[in-house]
C-alpha cells in the first residue's frame, strides 16, 4: 500500500459548506480511483486566528506514517495557515494541488484555488520544500494521472530506504559500471548492499531438506516447457543452489539479488545459473540480475516501487536506425514472460551443459532506465519506446541450431537512436511495461537525481 497524507486548505471567509463538500469531493476520487493507497485524512484547515483547525489537522496526521503528502487547497487561504501544517512534514515529497472553480448560469464560479496556490507556491520553493505543484481546470478531469506519477515515486523513495540487496560475491568480470559506493548509496538513494561469499550457499546445500529438493524438482518438470530432454542432474543442482540462495534471501530480507556469474558459478561450479535466478523468483519473488551488477538490482529496486511489476534485465546487443535490438543470455523473469516458461539444455563457449531459458518475451510500450554513479554524482538515465518481436538472431557462439534469445526490439520515441547511443550508460538496462516516464521524472526531482 502507498501511504499517503491528505489535508485541505480554504479560507475563514468562504462558506465552509462548500469548503467540506470540496474536501470530501477530492478525497472520494482518490479512494476512488486509487484501491492501493492507504490515505489518512487530516481534514479541512481553514485560517482562525487560534489555529483550531490547522492544530487539529497536525493531531490527525500525527496519528500515522505516510510516504507524502498532499496538500489539497480548496479556495484561497493565507499562507500561514498552510505552513503551521506543512512545515511538521517538511522532509516529505510535498504536492501542491489547487482544485477549480465551477460554471453556474452560464458563469463562471470560484473559492479562488489558484489565488491560494499561486501564494503558497514560492513559499514552498523559499522554505526548501520537495514539492510538485498541479492545478485543476474548469471542464476538465482532474490530474490524476499526475497526482497518481508523484505518489508513486515518494512511495518509491521511502522503499528505497528500508530496501536490502544481496550479491553473492563483487565485480564479476571486473566490471565497472555494476559496482555502487556503499556510503553514498545509503545516504543518498536508501538501499544497504550486502555482498556475501558463494561459499554460503555453499554451506547452505548441505542443510536442504530432501523433500524440498524433490518439490522443486517437480514444480520445474511441471511448469517449465523443455525443447529438449535435460539429465535430472543439471534440474537437481539448479534446484539447490536456489534453495540455498533462498534460504539466504529470507534470513537477510533481500528484495533484490544479483550473483557472481561469469567468474563465480560458471569458472568455479561449471554451472551456469540461469535457472537459479528462474527459481529465485519463484521461491521468493524477488528481483534477478546477473554479473554483481547492483546498479542495475537498484534501477529494479525504482522501477518495482514505480510500477509494482517485477521488472527484468536486458542487455543490448544491435543498434539500427530507428530501434536497438536488446535480449539476454540467460534468463527473464515469468513476469516478463509471454507465454509458457521455455528451456534448452545448449552448449555454449566452454560450458557443456547449460539450461538456457528461450521464452518469449511481452511486447508493449515501455519505460527503460538505468541508475548511474558518475565521478561522484548519482544521474538516472531514461528513455520510452514501443517493444516488439524482434527478427531472427542469436548470439554466436552457441552449438547448432542456436537458439532465439527472449529478447526485443525497441523503437525509442523519446529520443532518436542516435540521441540514447550518447548517453547510454551501460551494458545492462532495466524495462517496465507502460509509460511511467511521469513517475521517473518525479522521482528524480524528489530524489534531486539528474535525469538524462
Not at 519463484?282 to 518495482?304: F, R, W
Not at 513476469?335 to 563457449?349: I, K, Q
Request: glycine share 8%; aromatic share 12%.
Amino acid at each position: 500500500m502507498k501511504r499517503v497524507g491528505y489535508v485541505c486548505f480554504g479560507e475563514v471567509n468562504t462558506p465552509i459548506g462548500k469548503l467540506i463538500e470540496k474536501h470530501d469531493t477530492a478525497l472520494k476520487l482518490l479512494k476512488d480511483n486509487f484501491n492501493d493507497w492507504d490515505i489518512l485524512d487530516g481534514g479541512l484547515v481553514i485560517d482562525d486566528e487560534e489555529y483550531k483547525y490547522a492544530d487539529a489537522a497536525i493531531a490527525k496526521l500525527k496519528t500515522g506514517e505516510f510516504d507524502c503528502l498532499l496538500t489539497v487547497v480548496c479556495g484561497w487561504i493565507p499562507t500561514h495557515s498552510v505552513i503551521r501544517v506543512t512545515d511538521n512534514w517538511r522532509q516529505l515529497p510535498i504536492l501542491l494541488w489547487g482544485l477549480c472553480g465551477w460554471k453556474e448560469n452560464g458563469r463562471i464560479i470560484t473559492t479562488a484555488e489558484q489565488a491560494g496556490t499561486t501564494a503558497i507556491r514560492p513559499a514552498y520553493e523559499a522554505l526548501g520544500y520537495n514539492f510538485k505543484y498541479i492545478y485543476n481546470i474548469i471542464g476538465k478531469d482532474a490530474p490524476l494521472d499526475k497526482v497518481d506519477s508523484f505518489v508513486r515515486a515518494a512511495h518509491a523513495k521511502a522503499m528505497l530506504r528500508k530496501a536490502h540487496v544481496g550479491s553473492m560475491g563483487y565485480r564479476d568480470m571486473f566490471l565497472y559500471g555494476t559496482t555502487f559506493e556503499s556510503q553514498s548509496m545509503r545516504s543518498r538513494i536508501g538501499p544497504e548492499v550486502e555482498c556475501f561469499e558463494m561459499l554460503e550457499m555453499l554451506q547452505n546445500i548441505e542443510k536442504l531438506d530432501q523433500k524440498d529438493i524433490d518439490d522443486g524438482v517437480r514444480y520445474v518438470k511441471d511448469n517449465w516447457v523443455f525443447r529438449k530432454e535435460c539429465p535430472d542432474e543439471t534440474i537437481i543442482s539448479g534446484v539447490k543452489y536456489a534453495l540455498a540462495l533462498a534460504k539466504k534471501i529470507n534470513e537477510r530480507g533481500y528484495e533484490a539479488i544479483s550473483l557472481l556469474d561469469v567468474d563465480g558459478m560458471k569458472k568455479l561450479l561449471g554451472f551456469p545459473p540461469a535457472m537459479v535466478f528462474m527459481l529465485l523468483e519463484h521461491y521468493c519473488s524477488v528481483l534477478t540480475v546477473p554479473e554483481n551488477d547492483i546498479m542495475g538490482a537498484v534501477s529494479q529496486l525504482i522501477m518495482k516501487y514505480i510500477t509494482g511489476q517485477i521488472v527484468p534485465y536486458l542487455e543490448y546487443y544491435e543498434f539500427f536506425e530507428d530501434s536497438v535490438l536488446a535480449g539476454v543470455p540467460d534468463f527473464i523473469p515469468k513476469a516478463a514472460t509471454d507465454g509458457d516458461v521455455t528451456v534448452l539444455p545448449a552448449a555454449f563457449g566452454l560450458l557443456a551443459t547449460s539450461l538456457l531459458n528461450v521464452s518469449k518475451c511481452k511486447t508493449g510500450y515501455v519505460t527503460c532506465i538505468r541508475l548511474i554513479y558518475m565521478n561522484g554524482e548519482y544521474k538516472l538515465h531514461m528513455y520510452t519506446g514501443e517493444a516488439k518481436t524482434p527478427p531472427a538472431w542469436n548470439e554466436y557462439g552457441w552449438d547448432d541450431p542456436a537458439p532465439q534469445l527472449p529478447s526485443l526490439e525497441i523503437f525509442p520515441d523519446s529520443c532518436t537512436v542516435e540521441e540514447f547511443a550518447q548517453k547510454v550508460s551501460c551494458q545492462h538496462v532495466i524495462v517496465a511495461f507502460g509509460d511511467y516516464s511521469e513517475a521517473v521524472k518525479d522521482f528524480c526531482r524528489i530524489m534531486n537525481i539528474k535525469l538524462i
